[in-house]
């Protein structure tokens, strides 16, 4: 009798064996088809995506130029046009992440309405990028934009190519507004467009100022954050970063600058070291010129560095390949559409504040003897 019940289980272990095997064959499939799905991007595939922004901006600029560089070289980078958006940038990169969607991109960062059509991007995690030398040094402290994310201490410069913008503060002109303190003091009712790139900075010359959407609104005015159409004809006061190129980020100021007359104003020189020693800034003018209405040099805070930038996972050897193809073709830095006033410097190109710079990068710069 017990013959037939033994026969019974092995009949049933040799179905449970043969059921595992096909689970794990179809696993395997499985994984090959998603590591087959994963390789059709990568730096091993010469195929690396790079993290930037739309066309027209800085970090789109930057990585058209490193797709261009990049080429001689055998590699076909693909470019991620809306992997971007202030310090999100860099969350792209630290974590190799997949990008996300043109209308995710949209509804989170709404001005990039106002660059042209961005094409789809690439189905292939974030494996380098561009973004301002500020964020991926923030990025990788985890202070100001990105307290309370911890710190992503696997981020790595490879190139920091100069592109300065300013700080400016400007009123209708004609207004009785000659320093921003007025606001609240008189409670005015002023609409303040606070906008573009660097938000913490910008926030942190609010809460000099006590500008807070409470203090304004209780007195008839506004704060808006956005670039938008409204915000380009109904303002009062705009603070927020400017430059020589013409971006999203900053045609705010070319456009209102030409519509109106603008009355530009200095910021207090308490405030300006403030925001130099706190936010990883240099104390620089305003040039003569700059926009229509600037008369004058004006004293304020600056900030310089688009950083080319990666993690400390990539390959030596292509490390070494950005860094000697964006010192190579330095020359495709001046004909880009978007920022107009990159620059090469071998005294600074090879770092960031204390972002640790890329081993491979560095023998390249060593080689050339631009660092000892």
């Given amino acids: 009798m017990m013959r037939p019940v033994r026969t019974l289980i092995g009949s049933l272990l040799l179905v449970l064996i043969a059921s595992l ?23 091993a595939m010469k195929k690396p995506v ?7 901006c800085p970090w789109g600029s930057m990585a058209e130029v490193v797709k261009a560089a990049m080429q001689p070289y055998g590699y076909d980078v693909q470019i991620c046009y809306n992997c971007a958006g202030g310090p999100q ?10 990008p996300p969607s043109i209308t995710q991109s949209l509804s989170q960062y709404p001005e990039l309405h106002l660059a042209i059509q961005m094409p789809p991007p690439p189905n292939g995690p974030v494996d380098f990028g561009s973004t301002y030398a500020n964020y ?6 985890g202070n100001h934009d990105y307290t309370g994310e911890g710190p992503r201490q696997n981020l790595r410069l490879l190139a ?6 300013y700080l400016i503060a400007a009123v209708r ?31 942190a010359v609010l809460d000099y100022y006590g500008l807070t959407k409470t203090t304004l609104e209780s007195a008839g005015g506004q704060l808006s954050t956005g ?27 070319y456009e209102t600058s030409q519509k109106f007359d603008l009355t530009y104003l200095q910021l207090p020189e308490d405030l300006l070291d403030k925001l130099s020693k706190g936010f990883d800034m240099q104390r620089r003018d305003i040039p003569d010129g700059l926009l229509r209405g600037i008369d004058h040099p004006i004293p304020t805070v600056a900030r310089t560095g688009n950083v080319i930038y990666g993690r400390a996972d990539m390959p030596d050897d292509f490390a070494y390949t ?51």
């Fill in 21 to 43: 095997a096909g689970a794990v064959r179809l696993g395997t499939a499985q994984e090959a088809g998603k590591a087959s799905q994963r390789s059709e991007t990568g730096i």
């Fill in 50 to 56: 790079f993290g930037g922004a739309c066309k027209i």
């Fill in 89 to 98: 940038a860099a969350r792209f990169v630290a974590g190799a992440l997949m």
């Fill in 136 to 141: 991926a040094w923030w990025a990788y402290q």
């Fill in 160 to 165: 920091n190519i100069q592109d300065p913008t």
């Fill in 173 to 203: 002109a004609g207004s009785a507004i000659t320093d921003l303190r007025q606001i609240t003091e008189k409670h005015l009712k002023v609409r303040v467009v606070a906008t573009g790139s660097g938000a913490s900075v910008i926030s």
């Fill in 227 to 253: 670039m938008g159409v409204d915000e380009r004809k109904n303002f009062d006061v705009i603070i927020g970063f400017g430059s020589l190129d013409d971006t999203p980020e900053y045609n705010i100021w």
């Fill in 322 to 372: 950005v860094a000697k193809a964006m010192d190579e073709q330095q020359d495709l830095l001046q004909w880009t559409n978007g920022s107009l006033n990159f620059s090469y410097n071998i005294h600074n190109v090879w770092k960031a504040f204390g972002l640790p710079l890329h081993p491979g990068a560095a023998k390249y710069y060593r080689e050339r003897g631009y660092m000892n």
